[in-house]
């Protein structure tokens, strides 16, 4: 059945166990006036009693004493889909964003916080519920969570904590910080991944070695790979480092161009690079050894390293730069391609991220000016299907349930493309910056889309341009 748009009240006057609806739904839920119904919400049940009430139309009461079964807030004024099946009434979707929770900052989700606003503001108009969900804040035994839920307020729009049911499906966007906090985290991620199954999407960071592994099994894909090597095979690491002019050495858990370093080679000496609060950093050694022994006795080096060929990668006005395309899923949960946008590096710049410095351009005037507007069609066409190839293959691989993944891309001077690495928790910065509106849109709402096709809400009557 298609589910239908209602508004939920909780009305005080109706008796315990009582529900009233439209005199329609009565005949799709093929029950009569009185005949008791199952009604879920989330992860939530309770027994009601319908009433038919033509009074308000499109509209759904429920009693106190069942919204309480339901752990849904009386105050709350719910606009949701309804799914009616056989004797059974699906309200809906619940959709908990799992995230960090910084009570002492003055942002509570910290970076996140204003992209968690959107999602929430977007899943209204979509007729979902949204809330943040910490690992502390779930109450599983007790078959419920305290979300953080947007609320309009005297002052605007605020962040309310409240008793909720645990969601259809959780979207996971735990950045956790160092420490006991993240190592918690993860075990909850761990626990919730297994207890929601592909009901819990973009359930892990990407590790660059083992993704790697992942697309080097791909003929295709291996095609666009650099060369690259794990530093715990140390000597055929330091090898490598000597075979080339430039090598980069990157955390395999890392992100946002964290603890990159990059090491050249000059004559008889090692120059290697670091970037450190915007800042670049160098030291010069005389030899390879004496390199490698200070970054490991500085703790800036370590087994969880790779190194990798430099790609030289073409320029722009003297500005190094790479591709970030953001690949999605929406209502219909196949793969689409949302947008791509050149991320710029410094002239000196070691990484092109935003977050080290980094600025966003569109994509097609850089190609166009460099290549020609013929070779920058070919290329741009070239990237997004290695992209869709890359989530396919890497969602196929790794067992592993996407709604969205950051396929970073590189360009060298010749005009090769290269698969750099991939991004599980994609900002949207690079987007925002440069527009249009509507891929900026697109890029909020598609999580939300993807979350209504695996809760089982996504046959809308309203198409995808109609939503955002």
Sequence with gaps: MIPENFAIRVDASLAPETCSVPGHLLLALQVKPDQPVTIFAGNRQARANLKESNFLPQTISISPATAAQL?????????????????????????????????????????????????????????????????????????????????????????????????????????????????????????????????????????KWRTHLWLSEHAVLRRYLPTTVHIQAAEAAKNFIARHSSVYLKPSGGSSGRGILRVRRDRNSYICEYLKKKVIYRSVYGNLDQMWQDLLDKQMLNKKFIVQQDLNLAQYQARPFDVRVLMQKGLDGKWRFTGMAARLGGSNAITTNLHAGGTAQPLEQILSALFGAKKAYQMQSEIEHLSFLTCSWVEQVSGLQFGEIAVDVGIDNTGKIWLIELNAVPGRTVFTKIGPAHLTKQAVSRPIEYALYLAGFGKMQNNEQELI
């Design 71 to 207: 752990y849904i807030p009386p105050e709350l004024n719910l606009d949701l889909m309804v799914l009616p099946g056989r004797g059974t009434l699906r309200l809906g979707p619940f959709i908990a964003i799992y995230g960090y929770k910084n009570l002492a900052g003055r942002r509570i989700f910290s970076e996140q916080t204003s992209y968690f606003r959107k999602l929430c503001q977007v899943s209204r108009k979509m007729h979902a519920l949204t809330y943040v969900v910490a690992p502390e804040d779930l109450n599983i035994n007790a078959g419920f969570t305290y979300g953080h839920v947007l609320e309009k307020s005297a002052t605007g729009l605020r962040w309310t904590k409240k008793a909720l049911p645990l969601p259809d499906v959780f979207y996971d966007r735990g950045l956790f910080p160092k420490g006991p906090y993240k190592m918690t985290g993860i075990k909850v991620r761990r626990y919730l991944r297994a207890a929601w199954g592909d009901k819990f999407f973009n359930p892990k960071f990407f590790d």
